[in-house]
Every structure is written in structure tokens, then in C-alpha cells.
């Protein structure tokens, strides 16, 4: 075993914590020697209970943690430990980073210029139309959006992104082998084929409900801010948020009427200081001077590509959006369905049919299929 695999296992004993973690790390420097000191010992340095210790002991010779390797193996899981140099380098300045992230996809240098848009599971259509349309706008730009995977907001956000061809991150509050939800199966593999799906958690840890405020410090923890659309009071979006301001992350909040039940919390983030804003613009214009120079130079050298979203345009054609909007007002069709409707031609159908989402006009389901939004023009 190297200390790669200690790490791990550290990261896999039940109660304990990431700080008591980082305690005992930081006492022995190398993590093999935790795992050889006595019990006694491990209760004195770190303050954890005996029988936490007992079990640290014992862990690297236990039959899950030998299966743990083995997934990691057999599903080709990237592991990233808190000493290696592509960790995120933003997650390491909060006061808690995971000491190991498990990672699908991949993380890149480019990702550090992200910024979190989360909200609630349960929102107004208005919510999920602002997060999609955000989140796209944001992407447009360079910027990487990171969220939860949930249901409503979250789905919406990591969606926005995807319409825009551009990188967005899930972080999970369970293990890479749980998707949460289910059935946001079909939006896990595309952002694992554009971006990374993320978790500090043993590959088949349950979602448990303790989980989120974790996952919540890493969401804000990647980003350069948080962007926060439709929240209630003591929700899961408004801790990400107080994480954030912890942290030294800007929050900006999204304003809605009052008296909806997801606007109290949003509202009350605006009066107690967060950025009011209404789009991508008033965001982009409240980032740091640098990181919008990083922004123009990423667009002139081609990073982000001006081409790309001229030929986009120009493969768009009236008459094949309404040809999709008649097919898909029949029934719900699979990408490949609709391939085959049109006889086999894919030129301009993927950019038509973005074009159609963007508008509101048609909508992707959880699994996978269009079919026309309740909302659409």
C-alpha cells in the first residue's frame, strides 16, 4: 500500500471527520504511521472516541476497504488526494478540503473559473427557466457551472451549461456508483462526457441526508461565488450559500416576489448584503478585474470559440425546428428516433434542436427523450 491508498482509507472510517483528519496528518505527516499508531495514542492527538480508533486500525485489512480498490480499478475512477498537484487548488483554501476526491470525467486547469448555481428541488417554473438560462449564458462566456445534480434548480443549471457546450461539474452527496436522483442518470453520463461528477464519498455510500452539508462546502468550495436561484429558509441551498461567505466567495442572489414559497430565502440573502442580479451580465460585471481580463483572453485565443457559435447559428433552419416541434408534439422521440425521422441525417439536428430548448419551446427529459415544454413560446 502507498499513501494513496492510506488516504483512502483514512477517508472511508465511519466518524471520523475531515478535520480530525487533517489533525492526525497533520501530526504525522506520513499517513501510514496513523494507521501504526496505538489507539490510546489516536484518542490523545486527535480527540476522536476509542472505538473510532480501534476501528482506524483495523481498517486497511478490512474486506471493504479491499473492495473499495477494486471498484476504483474496475470502473477506472480518477482519485485525487489532497497532496497531488492537479487537486483543485480554489478547494484547498477552505478550512476542511476533502482529503480524497473520487472523479468521473475530468477536472482541468480551465475549471477553476466556476461559479455554483444552486436553488430548490421544489421550484417555479420561473426558477427553473432563470437556472437554465443563466447558467447557459454563463457557459457562453468560459465559465464552468457547478451544482448538485438535484432535482429543479440544479438539474437546470448543469442542463444550461450543457446547451452551451461548456463544462459543467456535479458534486454528489453520495458515491459515484449512487446517482442521486435516479433518474438524472442520462445528465450524469453527459457531464461525465464534458466535465466531471465529483464526491469525497466511498463509492457506494448512500445518499444519506447528512451527507449535503458536506457536498455543499465542496459546490461553493470550487467555485469563484455562488449564484443562488429560489430558496426557502434553512435549505440546503442557503447553507452552500453561508458556506460561500465563509469561505470568502461572492453570493448573489436572484430576487423573486414576495410571499412565494421560494423567494424568502433568496430575499433575505439580498438584505443581508448578497449581489441583486437579474442575469449573467450583472454577475460577469461583479467578478473580479482579473478574472474578467482571463475571460476576454480566453475568447481572442480561442478557448472559448466565437466560430463555433457562428457555425451553430448558421446550421439552424426554421424549417427543420418546425418539422422537430410537429414530430415531438406527437409523442416524446430519443436524439437517435429523431435521427431516423429524418432519414438518417444528423447535419443541423443537434443545433436545431438546441435552438429549440434555449427558446423554451421543447425540453429534454430526465431520460433523455424531447418532448414539448409545458412553458414553450
Same mark, same amino acid.
Given at each position: ?44 492527538? &486527535? ?15 478490512? $474486506? ?26 480554489? @478547494? ?17 486547469? &480551465?475549471?477553476?473559473?466556476? /461559479? ?14 432563470? =437556472? ?24 437546470? &443549471? ?86 460561500? @461567505? ?6 448573489? =442572489? ?21 449581489? /441583486? ?67 438518417? $441525417? ?17 425540453? $429534454? ?13
Amino acid at each position: 500500500m502507498d499513501s494513496r491508498d492510506y488516504l483512502i482509507a483514512l477517508n472511508m472510517v465511519e466518524g471520523l471527520s475531515t478535520l480530525k483528519v487533517h489533525k492526525l496528518l497533520k501530526y504525522y505527516k506520513n499517513p501510514c504511521d496513523i494507521f501504526k499508531a496505538s489507539a490510546i495514542e489516536l484518542v490523545r492527538i &486527535a480527540g476522536i472516541k476509542m472505538e473510532i480508533a480501534q476501528s482506524l486500525r483495523l481498517f486497511p485489512s478490512s $474486506k471493504s476497504f479491499s473492495q473499495e480498490l477494486e471498484l476504483i480499478d474496475k470502473h477506472k475512477i480518477t482519485i485525487l488526494i489532497i497532496q497531488d498537484d492537479e487537486y483543485p487548488s480554489i @478547494l484547498k483554501q477552505i478550512s476542511d478540503p476533502p482529503i480524497v476526491l473520487y472523479i468521473r470525467g475530468q477536472y482541468l486547469e &480551465a475549471d477553476k473559473l466556476a /461559479l455554483a448555481v444552486v436553488g430548490s428541488r421544489k421550484s417555479s417554473e420561473y426558477g427553473l427557466k432563470t =437556472a437554465k438560462a443563466i447558467s447557459l449564458d454563463l457557459a457562453k462566456k468560459g465559465i464552468v457551472i457547478v451544482s448538485g445534480l438535484a432535482r429543479g434548480i440544479d438539474t437546470q &443549471a448543469h442542463q444550461g451549461a450543457l446547451l452551451a457546450k461548456g463544462r459543467t461539474l456535479a458534486v454528489l452527496g453520495s458515491g459515484l456508483l449512487k446517482i442521486y436522483p435516479a433518474e438524472n442518470a442520462t445528465l450524469y453520463n453527459e457531464i461525465v462526457a464534458s466535465g466531471a461528477v465529483i464526491s469525497e464519498f466511498p463509492l457506494n455510500c448512500p445518499p444519506y441526508r447528512y451527507n449535503f452539508p458536506r457536498r455543499n462546502r465542496i459546490i461553493s468550495g470550487l467555485s469563484l461565488g455562488v449564484v443562488v436561484i429560489e430558496a426557502r429558509q434553512k435549505s440546503g441551498s442557503l447553507i452552500t450559500a453561508n458556506m460561500a @461567505l465563509e469561505q470568502g466567495r461572492d453570493v448573489f =442572489a436572484i430576487p423573486h416576489r414576495v410571499g412565494f414559497f421560494t423567494s424568502s430565502g433568496t430575499n433575505d440573502l439580498i438584505k443581508q448584503g448578497a449581489v /441583486l442580479v437579474q442575469g449573467a451580465k450583472d454577475i460577469i460585471d461583479e467578478l473580479n478585474p482579473e478574472i474578467k481580463k482571463y475571460l476576454q483572453y480566453a475568447v481572442k485565443s480561442g478557448t472559448i470559440t466565437q466560430d463555433s457559435q457562428k457555425v451553430s447559428t448558421k446550421l439552424q433552419s426554421k424549417e427543420m425546428q418546425e418539422n422537430l416541434c410537429e414530430l415531438i408534439s406527437l409523442q416524446a422521440r430519443t436524439y437517435q428516433e429523431l435521427v431516423i425521422c429524418f432519414s438518417g $441525417k444528423e447535419e443541423g439536428l443537434e443545433n436545431n434542436l438546441t435552438a429549440l430548448e434555449v427558446k423554451g419551446i421543447i425540453e $429534454k427529459t430526465s431520460s433523455g427523450k424531447f418532448k414539448k415544454s409545458n412553458t414553450g413560446e
